[in-house]
């Protein structure tokens, strides 16, 4: 969309980063803005986080008297896609409900760590059944390869190139392990996302030259990663496209996603499905289901049933307050 300043309307921009109360805008032009909301800014989102990283806005001009151009969001445009986690509402007084972390992205690149802080499945068993959900594109990075050196974090990766999702491994200490990541990335907007100190950061300063991120250590007394990242960032890639640098998630909340529909979101379950003797088998403790004899007789990964069963029970505690 293009407007003139004379009017006082701006060329569309993209939400690029979350400077305290204002956000930092790069417009179609090549121009940035610190720009803020107002009672007047409308969106196209209903009522979840009004403004994120990664949204295409529109910006009217305000007189400034500083060196960074100044305007303010007049709208928000409709999001194609979003990483979100759920607010708790009982500790957080705003009325949304999710906060989005990162709108419009094309792949979710799920970083873990090899070491420090330990492998964890689990978490990527979430994050595969959010990205099935909102039909993302996932990449699997498993970082600090160089600390790992039997060989087990391969074997365990192992399961989910047989269910077809894309595995990486890398390490800050070998630039080459990274060539493969940067070309996957090219053209496209990339959000980052995972637990704490798993080295996000790390990874995005070498993929675009400089290092702009902060980035911590694992700390030694819990074995859990540091905060380095406190609100997403968009980063421009040398070879085209966008990544977005997200804040380090403990735990990841599973937005949209209930009792009824998780089944849908394990790929593999989906050719034993047809076997069920209910149409709503919950997988669970219904007699002739089909998921649960394919697990049983190893066609279904013992592990990604176990993880079902555990994201499954957890769904009562993070719907509770909907």
């Known amino acids: 969309m293009k407007t003139s300043e004379g009017d006082g309307l701006l060329p569309e921009g993209v939400v690029t980063e979350v400077a305290g109360v204002s956000y930092i805008v790069s417009a179609e032009d090549g121009s940035v803005f610190r720009s803020r909301t107002f009672s007047g800014t409308k969106t196209e989102n209903g009522d979840s986080s009004l403004v994120a990283v990664g949204d295409r806005v529109l910006l009217k001009a305000t007189e400034s008297g500083s060196d960074m151009r100044e305007a303010i969001i007049s709208k928000v445009m409709l999001r194609r896609s979003v990483l979100e986690r759920k607010r708790d509402i009982r500790r957080n007084r705003s009325k949304e409900k999710v ?44 970082n600090k390869m160089d600390l790992e050196d039997t060989g087990e974090t391969r074997d365990i990766m192992n399961l989910y190139d047989s269910l077809d999702y894309r595995v990486m491994y890398t390490s800050s200490m070998d630039p080459d392990s990274i060539l493969p990541l940067s070309d996957a990335l090219a053209g496209r907007v990339s959000a980052f996302s995972g637990h704490s100190g798993v080295g996000k950061s790390t990874l995005i300063n070498m993929l675009i030259g400089k290092e702009l ?52 979101y394990f790929r593999e379950f989906a050719p034993c499905m047809p076997d069920c003797t209910y149409s709503s088998c919950t997988h669970t403790v219904e007699p002739g289901c089909g998921v649960r004899r394919a697990a049983e007789n190893g066609y ?23």
């Open 213 to 264: 991120l902060r980035t911590g250590e694992t700390s030694m007394k819990s074995g859990k990663g540091v905060h380095t990242t406190s609100s997403a960032v968009m980063e421009p890639l040398p070879g085209g496209g966008f990544v977005i640098d997200t804040p380090g998630i403990r735990e990841f909340n599973l937005s949209g996603i209930t009792r009824e529909n998780l089944r849908f």
């Open 99 to 142: 906060q989005v972390i990162a709108a419009n992205i094309d792949l979710l690149v799920v970083v873990v760590s090899a070491f420090e802080p330990p492998l964890s499945p689990r978490l990527i068993d979430r994050y595969l059944v959010f990205a099935e959900s909102e039909q993302l594109e996932t990449l699997i990075v498993v």
């Open 300 to 322: 279904i990964d013992s592990s990604r049933y176990e993880s079902y069963l555990v994201i499954l029970d957890s769904l009562d505690d993070e719907n509770r307050f909907d």
